[in-house]
C-alpha cells in the first residue's frame, strides 16, 4: 500500500474516485486499491504566532513549531507513515504546497533542517508528485513518473514567510505606540496595496475637474432618400476640438480628454453648424482581423469574474479552488498562457464538431507569457475536459457546486476555447464630413463580416454590428439635428478589486494568489471601505499609510518591493543565496526601525464629525475598534455614547417582519445579512441571492 497526501478532504475525495474508477488502478491491484489518500487539512507546521521566532543571530533561522490543534491529524500521519510501505506527496504544485509537503516530510523523519541547510536524510526518500489538473490520466502520469521534493521552491516560501514576519512583527508594534490601538497591523506588501488606493485618493482630490462639451449630429443623405448617419465634431479648419492631458501619477501616467468646446463657444459653433452645407469628405474602409484574448491566469480570471459577474477575489479563488479539486479544471494559480497538446488538439475537434470547419485553425494558437515569473512548463486556467457546463456538471449534485460554480466555469471554458478559433474579420468604415466652414464631423462603424472566436467569446457584440451606413466620398449631406453633451474632465479612477489586482500585477507587487488575501486584509482591518465598487481609504487607513510610507520610503516603495518578489523568484530557481536576500533587507530596516522608535510623537488621525451627541452635546465621530467601525462621542470616555453603524440594503425586506435589511459582520469580519429589528426578529443571511444548487 502507497500512502498519498493532500491538503484537502475534497482533494481527498477526488483522488479516491479517480484511482478506484481508473483501469490502470485496476489492473494493478490485488482484489483492493493500491493506495490510502489522506489529507493533512492544510499546513501542520508553521511560525508560531504568540513571538516573532526568527533567530536574526543565526542567519534568520525560523523556530518552527507544529500548529496548535493539528496534534491530532500529525498522529494519524506518523501513524498511517508506519502502516504503509511507500509515501506520496501530492498537494499543490506551487510554493504553499511545496512548503506543506517539506513540512509533512520533516514531522515523518525524512529531513535534517538546520536553515538555510535543510536536505533529506541520508538513505531515505520519498517521492513527490507534480500534476496540472486532477483527472485519471495525469494522475496516472504523476505517479509513473515521480520527482523528489524541491527544497528551493520551499526556500522561496520560507523567505517570504519571513520577510513578512519581519514587517508585520516589529512593525505593529511601532503603530500601536504611536496610535495607542493595539488591533493595528502592517504588512510588507499589504501597505504597498494600500498606498496605491490612499495616494489615488489624494490624486482625485487634487484634480481640477472642468466642464466641456460634446456635439453629435445627425445628418441624412439626399440620395438614397431617408439614409441617416451619427458623426462627431472633430475639428474646424484642421484644429481638432478633442485636446489630450497627461498627468504623471504615482501608479503612472494618466491620460485624460476634454474638448475647448466650453459654454462661451458652445452656441456659435451649433448655429454656424445648423446654418452650413456638407458633403461626404472621404469613406475610408478596412477589414481587419481580432484575435482572441489569451486564456487566464490567475489574476485574468478574478479581474474577468469582478467585471461579469460581480466576484470578489476572495470568492473567485474560492469558486476556483473548488473546481479544481473536483478535476473540473486545471491549476488555478499560475502566470502562464501555455495551453497543452493534451487540450488544444481535441479542442480543435470540438469546434469543427459544434461549429463547423471554417472556425477552426490549422494550427494551434499559443501566446507570449508576460509575466517574468512565469514558468512554461505549467499551464494556463482551462477545462479539463472538453464538456460544457451541464454535461460537466451532471452527476455532481452531491458535491455543493452552486450556480456560481457554473458561471466561473463557463467563463474559463468560453475563454479557452476561444483561443484556438479561427480570428474574427471586422469590416471598419470610417465617414469624415466636411462643411463649407470647414468644421469637420467623423463617424465610425464597424461590421462583423465572420464572427470567428466572438460566436463563443463575445455574441453579443457579432448581434449588433451586423450592418453598416455607407455613403459616397462628394455626395452633399443635410444636417438635420445637433447634440450637445455636457461633460466633465474624469478624475483618475478610484481602484476597484479588479483594477487594483490589474495594477499590482503590472508592477510586480505580490504575486496573484496572494491578491485575495491581500485584499480582504486592507477590508478587515478597515483601512479601506467601499462606495459602491471602488475603495476610498478610511482616515485611520490614509494616517497610517502616511506614516509607514514617509518614515519607511525604501520598503513600501514600489519597484523596492517589486524586485525584493523577483529576488523571491530567483532564490526558487536557484539564482539568488537566501541568506542574503533577507541580510540585505533587514540590515537597513532595523536601522530605519530604531530610529523611528526614537520619535516618541504620536501619530494623529483625523476624525470625521458624522453629527451631535444626543447626550451631551459633543460631536459624533467615526471609531474604529478591532470589531469595525462605529459613531461615538468625541468626549469619551466622559461621555460613552456609541452608535452602530448600518448600512442599509435598498429595496430589499426581512421576509419575516418586513423590516429593513442591514448588512453585519460577524466577529472575523464575515458579512451576513439581518433584520434590522434584531433581536425581536432572528432572520438573518449569508447571501441575499440563495445560490441553487446544481
Avoid at 656 to 682: A, E, I, S
Amino acid at each position: 500500500m502507497a500512502l498519498i497526501i493532500v491538503e484537502s478532504p475534497t482533494k481527498a475525495r477526488t483522488f479516491n474516485y479517480i484511482l478506484k474508477s481508473s483501469s490502470s488502478a485496476k489492473a494493478t491491484a490485488d482484489k483492493e486499491n493500491n493506495y490510502f489518500v489522506f489529507a493533512s487539512m492544510g499546513h501542520i507546521r508553521d511560525l508560531p504566532k504568540s513571538r516573532i521566532a526568527i533567530d536574526y543571530e543565526h542567519d534568520f533561522k525560523p523556530d518552527l513549531e507544529p500548529i496548535l490543534n493539528k496534534e491530532k491529524i500529525i498522529t494519524q500521519l506518523k501513524k498511517l507513515a508506519t502502516e504503509n510501505q511507500e509515501i506520496i506527496l501530492a498537494t499543490d504544485q506551487d510554493r504553499e504546497g511545496e512548503a506543506i509537503s517539506y513540512h509533512i516530510a520533516y514531522i515523518l523523519g525524512y529531513i535534517d533542517e538546520n536553515w538555510p541547510d535543510i536536505r533529506f536524510k541520508k538513505g531515505l526518500t520519498l517521492k513527490r508528485i507534480v500534476f496540472h489538473e486532477i483527472t485519471s490520466k495525469a494522475l496516472t502520469e504523476a505517479l509513473a513518473n515521480p520527482e523528489t521534493l524541491r527544497l528551493d521552491l520551499v526556500k522561496a516560501q520560507m523567505a517570504r514567510r519571513i520577510l513578512d514576519r519581519v514587517v508585520g512583527y516589529e512593525l505593529s508594534p511601532l503603530l500601536w505606540k504611536k496610535t495607542g490601538k493595539n488591533w493595528l497591523s502592517a504588512g510588507r506588501v499589504q501597505t504597498v496595496a494600500l498606498r496605491l488606493i490612499v495616494e489615488r485618493e489624494k490624486e482625485i482630490k487634487a484634480f481640477n475637474t472642468e466642464e466641456y462639451y460634446q456635439i453629435n449630429g445627425d445628418f441624412e443623405a439626399g440620395h438614397p432618400k431617408g439614409v441617416q448617419i451619427k458623426a462627431k465634431l472633430i475639428s474646424k479648419s484642421e484644429i481638432p476640438y478633442e485636446q489630450k492631458t497627461t498627468l504623471k501619477l504615482f501608479a503612472g501616467d494618466y491620460v485624460f480628454t476634454k474638448t475647448s468646446i466650453n459654454k462661451d463657444n458652445i452656441e456659435p459653433i451649433k448655429q454656424d453648424c445648423l446654418n452650413d452645407k456638407f458633403k461626404v469628405l472621404d469613406v475610408e474602409e478596412s477589414v481587419n482581423p481580432r484575435y482572441p484574448m489569451p486564456p487566464y491566469t490567475t489574476s485574468l480570471l478574478q479581474q474577468d469574474a469582478y467585471y461579469k459577474h460581480g466576484f470578489s477575489s476572495k470568492q473567485t479563488m474560492r469558486l476556483a479552488q473548488d473546481l479544481y479539486e473536483r478535476g473540473l479544471i486545471t491549476y488555478h494559480r499560475t502566470d502562464s498562457f501555455n495551453l497543452s497538446a493534451r487540450f488544444v488538439f481535441p479542442a480543435k475537434e470540438y469546434i469543427e464538431k459544434k461549429y463547423g470547419k471554417e472556425y477552426a485553425l490549422e494550427k494551434p494558437r499559443g501566446f507570449r507569457t508576460r509575466s517574468r515569473s512565469a514558468q512554461e512548463a505549467h499551464e494556463a486556467i482551462r477545462p479539463t475536459k472538453l464538456l460544457e457546463v451541464k454535461a460537466a456538471f451532471k452527476g455532481k449534485k452531491e458535491s455543493k457546486l452552486t450556480v456560481n460554480h457554473q458561471r466561473l466555469y463557463t467563463l474559463i471554458f468560453n475563454r479557452a476555447i476561444a483561443t484556438q478559433m479561427k480570428e474574427a474579420s471586422i469590416k471598419t468604415v470610417k465617414t469624415e464630413i466636411i462643411s463649407d466652414k470647414n468644421y469637420l464631423f467623423e463617424s465610425e462603424q464597424q461590421q462583423v463580416i465572420f464572427d470567428g472566436f466572438l460566436k463563443v467569446f463575445d455574441p453579443f457584440y457579432v448581434n449588433n454590428h451586423q450592418t453598416i451606413i455607407k455613403l459616397e466620398k462628394g455626395m452633399e449631406i443635410r444636417i438635420k439635428t445637433l447634440e450637445e453633451k455636457a461633460l466633465l474632465s474624469k478624475a483618475p479612477p478610484r481602484y476597484n478589486e479588479a483594477s487594483l489586482i490589474k495594477t499590482l500585477e503590472e508592477k510586480g507587487i505580490g504575486r496573484p494568489s496572494t491578491y485575495a488575501m491581500i485584499i480582504s486584509l486592507i477590508q478587515m482591518k478597515n483601512y479601506t471601505e467601499k462606495d459602491g465598487r471602488y475603495f476610498i481609504p478610511t482616515s485611520i487607513g490614509t494616517s497610517i499609510c502616511d506614516y509607514l510610507s514617509s518614515s519607511f520610503p525604501t520598503i513600501f516603495d514600489l519597484s523596492y518591493t517589486a524586485n525584493l518578489e523577483d529576488g523571491l523568484d530567483r532564490i526558487a530557481n536557484k539564482e539568488e543565496d537566501y541568506i542574503k536576500l533577507l541580510r540585505d533587507f533587514y540590515t537597513p530596516f532595523k536601522k530605519e526601525l530604531e530610529e523611528r522608535k526614537e520619535d516618541s510623537s504620536m501619530l494623529k488621525i483625523e476624525d470625521d464629525v458624522k453629527g451631535i451627541c444626543p447626550e451631551d452635546g459633543g460631536n459624533l465621530i467615526s471609531r474604529f475598534s478591532r470589531f469595525g467601525k462605529f459613531i461615538a462621542c468625541a468626549n469619551y470616555p466622559k461621555c460613552k455614547y456609541t452608535k452602530s453603524i448600518v448600512k442599509v440594503v435598498k429595496n430589499r425586506k426581512c421576509p419575516l417582519c418586513q423590516g429593513d435589511v442591514v448588512v453585519k459582520f460577524t466577529k472575523t469580519k464575515k458579512r451576513f445579512y439581518g433584520c434590522r429589528n434584531y433581536p425581536k426578529c432572528k432572520w438573518s443571511a449569508w447571501t441575499l441571492a440563495v445560490e441553487k444548487k446544481v
